[in-house]
């Protein structure tokens, strides 16, 4: 057999998998505490589902995963958590409005691979459908505020509005059916540079006059306030820019910043667009990403009005960013027995939420001292007749070396500090 | 669109999903108590690791999900979580042994569909390798009770040991190739009762007496250690009762029961078998089961010694059993705002652990109050501008009817009791 998992697909060992999953359960403990629900659902799709004409687009199509049932249904692997949303949507028109829910899952897209490019990731999404108020973008933005915090990351929020960058488009005379690449273009600006987007936008037929008057129009100078202020000028009537300011005005405390040069590559967004990146990390790529679609759902459907917001961390680049070193288990205590059946003192240390793991093997204390460290638990407990009898225990702290003697209810207090 | 889930395969609404999360945590923080670390692996796994001889077998592979990739390599979703353990261990020979892993997650199997048989399902595997005592096999039946007592349920373990199986066929000199079958059989006592075994029994070729002997040999009366004593008798020799004594002396204060016709289906197990039912539960079929596997990955791997023993807990079963009813969402506090920007208190709320919602549409007071209902919220706040300046807020038990008037601070005590 030839030991390999798939190309582009990768397992998650211990010390790797402890970190994903602690993120995992911050997330969820916040997005619960901003009221979102949990919701599942199956990983593979009907092909019909996916490839519904305002899903993911073809792009995404030639990247999905296709398979079949023994009843030859068509089927697919989702490549992404916002179709399976507005087919749930769809499924259950009689649901309650506004309808939170948050779902954590991973999504398959056969592509090329490099840098932090899987062929299977997770995403990491929380969405609100049935609500028009820019309540919910704010409400988002400050739950995604908490996790970083929590997490002892600093973000740095960016938003803009589709309908701003529309209304550019339109006061600039841009031709209707280019609109769609030069914002692509104009989204690169913060990566790529003035000098390349100059050089696409040549390369798509765009004067070089109305290039120089696009960046500097999106490059507004100042703060928030006066970024709007600028732009209202030239386009007075925007209901981006209302829209931008009601967003702002609820945000009051957290620092978010209006970029009128984000534009997100996804064509559904259709207001609020959100992108946030880490200030001081090696992690250059956002780390979060979302923003307004109130069409998508209903056209998928084809028909209602569904208006919908929503974000997608990526668990990815925020391990990157806040991975520890060393951990290769859980466990807080190791417990080495000398000649004695440990049982009854390790269900006793976990009864006390000690994570407890005790040598079985039998193998000597030389040994089982280098498996310890070996795994970075930090404690590490030897247990012969003496303790036994005497219900206490001598514990050893592997990273100082210093040698405690305890009784079994104080470990929890000398371990865990609780 | 059509809009369905695939036959076979369902959504999990918040309702459902919250149950399953929680049970989902509940395992988690005791398979990790015990000093079991996570481990991930993809969902899609080479064909060739899946078809390996000595993983699940022909009859599972028909039932196994199969596609590819754009290189045209050949794939298939995994209906297991021990065939990618398997691979794991492969790849990762220099890993310290014991290992000790827990993997939740999601399973595929393109079968017939039936009562809580689905073809997307969860899994949720505790497995050691690397080990051959039965201080394992101990240690998994102390986690498997904790978990269903701190669930509220009432578990009833069931043990085996495979070598008793084959020791007790060749007392009775029972032909070698109809062993595997004649095991099967017998594991259908339980349910099926005397009379249909039999029968299956007769069809199969095995004499009217050797079918009396072998029932009356496999149920043996009276405790363990007096059933122990009669098998004794019959097979002085058998490992197998070695071992499962071993495994009783080891479980002291637990409640297992040694069942000499238990055998599971799986034809790798090569000691110990579990099975757990639960008590006074309509959930008659078993909702945990495992046991130990000494020859299955070092087979698989083409050579090597690598013993393991293991559990599977069967999410949906368990759901079934400990379904609560009525809540639809997580929060616990719905804010209704009369005319006034709610986002501080609601923020402040939450810096104290209140998971809460907020009304954001603006619709009225009883149109709100029917929401909260309909979602089985259990605590509504009115919160208008004297609320604002008193900072005291009117909170409604939406069982009770009964309203307090409480300062925020006061809050997590009222709803949470903390």
């Known amino acids: 057999m030839n030991l390999e998992t798939p190309k582009g697909m990768k397992d998650s060992l211990p010390e790797e998998e402890i970190v994903k999953q602690n993120i995992?359960?911050?997330l969820t403990s916040i997005f619960e505490l901003y009221g979102f629900s949990p919701m599942d659902t199956p990983a593979v799709e009907k092909w019909d589902v996916l490839s519904s004409k305002y899903a993911g687009g073809e792009e995404i199509l030639k990247e999905t995963f296709k398979l079949s049932d023994q009843?030859?249904?068509?089927?697919?692997?989702?490549y992404d958590l916002t179709v399976p949303f507005a087919r749930v949507v769809g499924m259950n028109q009689k649901m309650k409005m506004?309808?939170?829910?948050?779902?954590?899952?991973?999504?398959?897209?056969d592509g090329p691979i490099g840098m932090a490019r899987?062929?299977?990731?997770?995403?990491?999404?929380?969405?609100?459908?049935?609500?028009?108020?820019?309540?919910?973008?704010?409400?988002?933005?400050?739950?995604?505020?908490?996790?970083?915090?929590?997490s002892g990351l600093?973000?740095?929020?960016?938003?803009?509005?589709?309908?701003?960058?529309?209304?550019?488009?339109?006061?600039?005379?841009?031709?209707?059916?280019?609109?769609?690449?030069?914002i692509l273009s104009v989204d690169k600006l913060a990566k790529a540079g003035k000098e390349e987007v100059t050089k696409e936008l040549t390369g798509k037929g765009i004067d070089k006059d109305?290039?120089?008057?696009?960046?500097?129009?999106i490059t507004p100078s100042g703060t928030n306030k006066e970024a709007i202020k600028q732009l209202k000028n030239l386009i007075p009537d925007s209901i981006g820019l209302t829209?931008?300011?009601?967003?702002?005005?609820?945000?009051?405390?957290?620092?978010?910043?209006?970029?009128?040069s984000l534009a997100r590559g996804l064509s559904y967004y259709t207001g609020t667009i959100i992108e946030i990146f880490l200030k001081g990390s090696k992690v250059t790529s956002s780390v979060c990403a979302g923003g307004r679609y109130d069409d998508l759902i209903g056209k998928t459907l084809g028909g209602g009005e569904f208006p919908a917001v929503g974000i997608s961390f990526g668990l990815s680049r925020i391990y990157d960013a806040i991975k520890e070193t060393g951990r290769k288990t859980v466990s807080d205590l190791y417990v080495i027995p000398i000649g004695t059946d440990c049982t009854k003192i390790v269900e006793k240390l976990r009864d006390l939420g000690v994570k407890t793991e005790m040598d079985l093997?039998?193998?000597?204390?030389s040994k089982n001292m280098k498996y310890a460290n070996s795994q970075g638990i930090p404690f590490v407990a030897f247990v012969g007749e003496e303790e036994q009898k005497s219900g206490k225990l001598k514990i050893k702290d592997m990273e100082s070396g210093k040698e405690s003697v305890v009784g079994i209810d104080e470990v929890p207090r000398l371990i865990l500090g609780t």
């Open 98 to 109: 506004p309808f939170k829910r948050y779902q954590i899952g991973k999504v398959w897209r």
């Open 243 to 260: 829209e931008i300011s009601d967003v702002l005005d609820r945000c009051n405390g957290l620092d978010v910043v209006f970029d009128a």
């Open 210 to 217: 109305k290039i120089i008057e696009l960046l500097k129009i």
């Open 71 to 78: 009843g030859k249904r068509s089927l697919g692997l989702r």
């Open 154 to 182: 600093k973000p740095l929020i960016r938003i803009n509005n589709r309908k701003i960058l529309n209304d550019i488009m339109e006061y600039l005379k841009i031709e209707k059916k280019l609109r769609d690449t030069v």
């Open 24 to 26: 995992i359960r911050r």
């Open 118 to 150: 899987y062929r299977e990731f997770w995403q990491c999404d929380v969405d609100v459908v049935g609500a028009k108020t820019m309540g919910y973008e704010s409400e988002i933005l400050f739950l995604a505020a908490r996790f970083f915090k929590e």
């Open 361 to 365: 093997s039998g193998r000597g204390p």
